[in-house]
């Protein structure tokens, strides 16, 4: 007896022209790189948006931290202090 899983692993160059014939039926032959075209953009846009997001995040990030520096150094500059130094 064969599992799902197992039967995965037997697919052949002639279950791979089974699914190619019946995909050409159902959308044909000129919609076919169309579809594929449209798929590639849609990838491409997702990591495109995923890199710009990460890079504007390592940004913010880096900003936010330089804001609070100068915000602390001044506070303690105002209020006679000084951090990180001895007295």
């Given at each position: 007896?064969?599992?799902?899983?197992?039967?995965l692993?037997?697919i052949?160059p002639t279950?791979v022209w089974?699914?190619v014939g019946?995909?050409?039926l159902?959308?044909?032959?000129?919609?076919?790189p169309q579809?594929?075209k449209?798929?590639?953009e849609?990838?491409?846009?997702?990591?495109?948006s995923v890199?710009?997001?990460g890079?504007?995040?390592?940004?913010?990030?880096?900003t936010?931290?330089?804001?609070r520096r100068?915000?602390?150094?001044d506070?303690?500059?105002?209020?006679g202090t000084?951090?990180?130094?001895a007295?």
């Open positions: 007896m064969m599992t799902g899983m197992t039967t692993a037997y052949g279950e089974i699914v019946v995909l050409v159902l959308f044909g032959a000129t919609k076919i579809l594929a449209g798929l590639g849609g990838i491409r846009e997702f990591k495109k890199d710009t997001n890079d504007e995040t390592s940004a913010a990030t880096t936010e931290t330089t804001t100068v915000t602390t150094a506070a303690d500059e105002a209020a000084s951090s990180g130094r007295a």
